[in-house]
């Protein structure tokens, strides 16, 4: 028993003096673990991208005989009076109809809330009711044009069926607003989407899902026996696009700065 006691206590004593050397040489101190946890800002919206791709660029334009939508694009042109410095929305023709001028209204979204940022007068600079397209410009609206225009998507875009899109616009005369759905009829004269159209919703933008580049405006919905099939949507594509802004556009710059 005796023997027991002395071997517990240099056991005991042999411990102490190696934590003590431990603890000398700075290896003995246990480091706590830390975990650190960032913090998101109160106002952090996991969607701002697609606020600032395609809602936006997104505007009402107001006239006389209705509402309609339209989409910021930027314009480089020497040309007048397409103006370098000036803001260009596209949109349906048969939105502006035979107005030379109409009004166009620009929305915030800040802090995760939807709210009018300004109203501003537009002239309508060229249309062709063929093609069922119509160009506007807004003097001296640099700010805008950089801040809330969309891109074009390059010339040799390819639809396919089944190519997932956003469609967006005013429906009803109300803020802009999203819908998705995808490309289901794709022919040389015109495409058609499965995303919901509404009566107010004509000359909006039609956004590829993945690149959230404009690939047509919105210009028709099916009706049958007198109701309106809104999962049947007409489009002018690209293709047309670039033909009706050819003739005065020597430039489409499809970069957003």
């Known amino acids: 028993m005796k023997n027991l006691v002395v071997i517990i206590g240099t056991c005991v004593v042999l411990f102490i003096a190696y934590a003590v050397v431990l603890m000398s040489l700075g290896t003995g101190e246990i480091q706590p673990e830390v975990t650190v946890i960032k913090m998101l800002p109160a106002d952090w919206n996991p ?5 600032d791709d395609l809602l936006s660029p997104t505007v009402r334009i107001n006239t006389k005989e209705g509402i309609g939508s339209g989409v910021v694009i ?8 397409l103006n370098r410095g000036d803001c260009y929305v596209l949109t349906a023709a048969h939105v502006v109809e035979n107005n030379s001028a109409v009004s166009v209204t620009f929305y915030s979204y800040a802090n995760n809330k939807q709210s009018i940022l300004c109203e501003l ?11 069922d397209l ?16 969309a891109r074009l998507a390059p010339k040799d875009y390819t ?33 058609e989407v499965s995303s919901p159209i509404l009566p107010g919703n004509s000359g909006g933008p039609v956004f590829d899902s993945n690149t959230h580049e404009v690939i047509g405006i919105v210009v028709w919905v099916k009706t049958y026996y007198g109701q309106l099939i809104t999962t049947m949507a007409g489009v002018v594509p690209l293709p047309v696009i670039y033909e009706f802004l050819q003739p005065q556009i020597t430039q489409i710059d499809t970069d957003k700065h």
């Open 47 to 51: 969607y701002q991208r697609l606020y």
């Open 74 to 81: 930027n314009i480089n042109t020497p040309l007048t009076p």
């Open 121 to 131: 007068s537009a002239s309508v600079v060229m249309t062709d009711t063929a093609k």
């Open 134 to 149: 119509a160009l506007l410009s807004i003097h001296h609206s640099l700010l805008i044009t950089h801040n809330y225009s």
């Open 159 to 191: 639809p396919f069926v089944f190519s997932p899109v956003v469609t967006v616009g005013c429906s009803l005369g109300l803020p802009p607003r999203p819908s998705e759905g995808i490309i289901t009829v794709v022919t040389e004269d015109h495409w």
